[in-house]
């Protein structure tokens, strides 16, 4: 893979999605920054963002892309590839928290949220994996949770959607290291981003109302996560060293946060656990990233 790397965002518009534009630009990885409707209701961030990369000389270009649209995904990944003849990195990082008690959020708001978190992913990975094929390298980047290994009251279904996508991206891993494709799961804790300013919350308070004090606990959460929020360029630096170290070499996880909650332990025990999966069904030997160097620092 080059030095200098061309990475597809999405969810660039604001907070992780936006730093991690600036931060990557910035060490000279050519950067395609997408985002939702960037001439109307983000208007004012793209040409923010394009005011930055104009200012400090960065290779950041801002293309259209809803996560939720297969025809806006394929425009974007082909004019990436038709501007910078290839791909190397795509991070899904376009999402959303739904808060409040699991009875209360309607069957269209968890599917809105599926829609968001965990198909958006999957339209990219669909998109990309051809073009990365071709050039038989490549990284999927999925800007996980904390929230994707563990479970509150009130974030059953954005738990839920983080879980979904671990899932998938572990199985991406096992399925395309032999093609020289990696897939890297990133689960950050609590950072200021506008992530709670952005959350939906459970639209059926009829329901919401029958639970009495239960009631309150979405809001002392949202509370206590804002109070522990750390700052957000931690995971941009974080998300620069995973796409700086060397293929062949990433992790499959990386927790980045203020407090670890034991996702850490989690993470170590699940490691162990699918290792003696593979084994058991007798696959260690088909799949070669078990063999690589890779599988010492999953
Ligand atoms: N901040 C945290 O504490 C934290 C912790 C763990 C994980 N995360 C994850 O980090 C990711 C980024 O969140 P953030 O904290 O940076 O919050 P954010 O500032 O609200 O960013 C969310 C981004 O997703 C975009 N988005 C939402 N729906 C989209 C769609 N259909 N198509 C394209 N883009 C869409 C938003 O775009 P618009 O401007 O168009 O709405 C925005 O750019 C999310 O996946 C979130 O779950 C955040």
């Given at each position: 893979m080059n030095s200098n790397q061309v990475v597809l965002i999405t969810g660039?518009?604001?907070g992780f999605g936006r730093l991690f534009a600036l931060t990557l630009a910035r060490k000279g990885h050519t950067v395609f920054a997408t985002m939702r409707d960037p001439g109307g209701r983000n208007a004012k961030n793209s040409s923010e963002i394009r005011a930055l990369a104009e200012k400090d000389s960065l290779p950041i270009y801002v293309l259209e892309l809803d996560v939720t649209d297969d025809v806006s995904v394929e425009r974007a990944v082909d004019a990436t590839v038709a501007k910078?003849?290839?791909?190397?990195v795509a991070i899904n990082n376009a999402g959303y928290a739904l808060s409040g008690l699991a009875e209360a959020v309607t069957t269209e708001q968890a599917q809105r949220l599926m829609d968001t978190n965990f198909f958006g992913p999957v339209r990219i990975n669909r998109v990309v994996l051809p073009h990365m094929r071709r050039q038989r390298s490549g990284v999927l980047m999925h800007i996980s949770s904390g929230a994707g290994r563990i479970v509150g009251p009130s974030m059953g279904f954005y738990s839920a959607s983080k879980f979904a996508l671990e899932a998938l991206a572990e199985s991406y891993s096992y399925e395309l290291a032999s093609q020289g494709i990696e897939s890297v799961i990133v689960q950050p804790g609590p950072?200021?981003?506008p992530v709670i300013g952005n959350m939906v919350t459970a639209a059926d308070e009829a329901r919401t109302n029958t639970y009495g004090a239960v009631k309150q606990i979405p809001a002392k959460i949202n509370a206590a996560l804002s109070s522990m929020a750390g700052n957000a360029q931690e995971v941009a630096d974080a998300v620069l060293r995973i796409i700086e170290t060397?293929?062949?070499?990433?992790?499959l996880r990386y927790l980045v946060s203020p407090e670890t909650f034991g996702v850490d332990q989690i993470n170590a025990l699940s490691k162990q656990v699918q290792a003696n999966l593979l084994e058991g069904l007798g696959l260690a030997a088909d799949i070669k990233f078990l063999k690589g160097k890779a599988v010492a620092s999953v």
């Open positions: 660039s518009s604001t910078a003849g290839r791909i190397d950072y200021e981003t060397p293929a062949g070499e990433k992790q």
